[in-house]
């Protein structure tokens, strides 16, 4: 996630906002969207230019009474990202925001909202990433996704924030609350492969609130050090012949704790409604932990669920296999965690991809012993 | 010229003694073939040419190409041209095959300093390699040996070794798992590698194999040493009287 990213993006084409804590610092390609009526702002000018969207949709899907770290973001955000994709309009670019915190003994509570109205079409991607401090900080952001009837967001996230030391001194807690709904026809994909922080709590949700609404999450979350994740989603199925998939990939090494945390609920009015979920645990050598709790909560008796769940270790014999065609051990292992990401790193934007796929490998260096 | 030098070898995995004094020699462009039954040791060699991670070495030293063997890394082994076509060669999920066989192949390349190749120019060399073995090149896009049946495992073994093109190879129980059409396939794979310079060290329980890719050297293994040492003929001897004749043969 490098800076200077001005320069780096729009050489990419990619409309990027920064975020410096909670400051939104650049947005670019800001007339080129305006063309379209899309609206890409940080959410303090939205409040200036846009009040009666911001009213209609601030806190309609997280309200400010949701969960503690939701309140308090609610109370004291300060900035964030804000998206509106008109009608019937296809969002010509991935819309980008950076998100990055700077200063020391502090907070990043940012906000974002991104509203895609009927049979619109939009693909976002987060990034984020802090400097190495000694002390603790927190994140706890809030995410809004609204797809109305027919339309479709699909929202990406790397997230890189500092992770602390093999001690788990330092690094940041990254509680965020994150949700979309789905009307009628629409669809929210959520991709988001999690390498940094100390302690992630983060289950990015979606309310299939529409019939034959869609909602899917895919992650990766790496846990390494003395990291913990705990990481998952709630998929409600509020409609009828709503859908959702998930697919989870935790990988844990050194002394890091990955846990798959999720819930899948059919409402009684949700008949014809199906929900498939694979949660895969890599581990790589011995003090590290994976552990899966799915939860699960139907109202009808004509829904049809599917859970897969397998954990696997490196083998020493697959990694002798790929030594003996000339590939060291890091590497090896690196080749062996991407073919384990596989299916979720593929539903990234291709430059997110090789970004992820070389924060994958930066994150697990001195991973094997 | 010798390739490798085996001198009074002793081995010992999960606290047990496997190989016990083993001397051998090959040269470049000779074909040995170490033969032997289950549990005689002959696996544990291959292992031990490669620095497989079980494999202690007690004492005795394996010169290869003048080097100190057992003082290198396994990739480095690899990289210096050591190949083993695996008994059960593992899988690799989510990962593209072909992929896999740029990643070996340009590692190799950095290694001697040669030049590196791009995906494009990779595909085009291995697509020849494919159709002068007449070998569907759906296993490229596929994962790396990933619910691949024995011989499609054994083909894909080929391939890496004919891309990797090395000085030593190593085949275990190469013809395990294979029809006689597949094992005709990979023998025929082999000899084209076969330039004078190259050696292999087939690793085998049975004659079949050697009726595809011939030996210059055969090997009886037992007691975790190398009891008889001959041509061709030893192997008709093995046919008729079975391991217990040449075991009496010498005792």
Known sequence: MGIPLEEQKILSGVAVDAVFDSVSVVTTFHEHLKEKGIIFCSISEAAKNHPELLKKYLGSVVPYSDNYFATLNSAVFTDGSFVYIPKNTRCPMELSTYFRINA????????????????????????????????????????????????????????????????????????????????????????????????????????LKGDNSVGEFYSVALTTLKQQADTGTKMIHLGKNTKSTIISK????????????????????????????QCDSLLIGENCSAHTFPYLDTANQDSIVEH?????????????????????????VSLIVNGFCKEVLKELPMEFAVEARELLNISLEGSIG | MSILEIDNLEVEVEDKKIIDGLNLKINRGEVHALMGQN??????????????????????AITYKNRDLLSMEPEERANRGIFMSFQSPREIPGVNNLYFLKTAYNIKQEFLGKEELNSAQLLKKIKELTEELGIDDKILKRYVNDGFSGGEKKT??????????????????????????????????????LDGNRSVLIITHYKRVLDYIKPDVVHVMSGGKIIKTGDISIVNILEDKGYGGISNATS
């Open chain 1, 104 to 207: 020391q003994n502090t907070g990043q509570f940012e906000r974002t909202l991104i509203i895609a109205d009927e049979g619109s079409y939009v693909s976002y991607n987060e990034g984020c990433s802090a400097p190495q401090r000694d002390e603790n900080q927190l994140h706890a952001a809030v995410v809004e996704l609204i797809a109305h009837k027919d339309a479709q967001i699909k929202y990406s996230t790397i997230q890189n924030w500092y992770p602390g030391d093999s001690e788990g001194k330092g690094g940041i807690y990254n509680f965020v609350t994150k949700r979309g709904i789905c009307h009628e026809n629409a669809k929210i994909s959520w991709t988001q492969v999690e390498t940094g922080s100390a302690i992630t709590w983060k289950y990015p949700s979606c309310i």
């Open chain 1, 250 to 277: 935790g990988i844990s090494a050194l002394n890091g704790k990955n846990s798959y945390r999720g819930l899948v609920k059919f409402s009684g009015n949700a008949t014809g409604s199906r929900n498939f979920s």
């Open chain 1, 308 to 332: 897969e769940a397998t954990t696997s270790k490196i083998s020493d014999e697959q990694l002798f296999y790929l030594r003996q065609r000339g590939i060291n051990p890091e590497d090896s």
């Open chain 2, 39 to 60: 549990g005689c040791g002959k696996s544990t060699l291959a292992k031990t040419i490669t620095g497989h991670f079980a494999v202690k070495v007690l004492g005795g």
């Open chain 2, 156 to 193: 894909n073994e080929l391939l890496q070794m004919l891309l990797l093109e090395p000085d030593l190879i190593i085949l275990d129980e190469i013809d395990s798992g294979l029809d006689i059409d597949a094992l005709k396939r990979v023998g025929e794979g082999i000899n084209k590698l």
